[in-house]
């Protein structure tokens, strides 16, 4: 049950975040998308389910197809979220090219 209860708090932590308005793009967050696949592959995919293809992702995680869809969604707010990390979210040291990256690609699933 506790993983249950965790996922009860990231949630919450994802869509607060996604939709309040923290965070702007400032054109600093182009990345490449091709290379966010991979960092996402290595960094994210234990928790989030980061390909259309991946199987497993930890209960209450958004998918990043799902992140890609909110309006509100950009490589600051990525930023945001990666530097001050909510308490169910792994603190990753990634550069802000990373970052950026790792957006481009989220964003690029963007329907």
Do not use: E
């Not at 960092?39 to 930890?58: E, M, P």
Request: charged share 15%; aromatic share 6%; glycine share 6%.
């Amino acid at each position: 049950m506790p993983i249950f209860k965790a996922s009860l708090v990231a949630l919450p932590a994802w869509l607060l975040l996604t939709s309040s308005g923290l965070a702007t793009d400032n054109g600093a967050g182009i990345g490449d998308a091709a290379y966010g696949r991979g960092l996402a592959i290595r960094w994210c995919s234990s928790c989030h389910v980061v390909t259309d293809d991946q199987q497993r992702a930890k209960l209450g995680a958004p998918p990043f197809a799902a992140i890609a869809q909110s309006q509100d969604f950009n490589a600051d707010r990525l930023a945001r979220l990666m530097l001050a990390p909510h308490p169910n979210m792994a603190k990753l040291a990634l550069s802000r090219a990373a970052i950026d990256d790792i957006a481009a690609y989220i964003l690029s699933l963007k329907k």
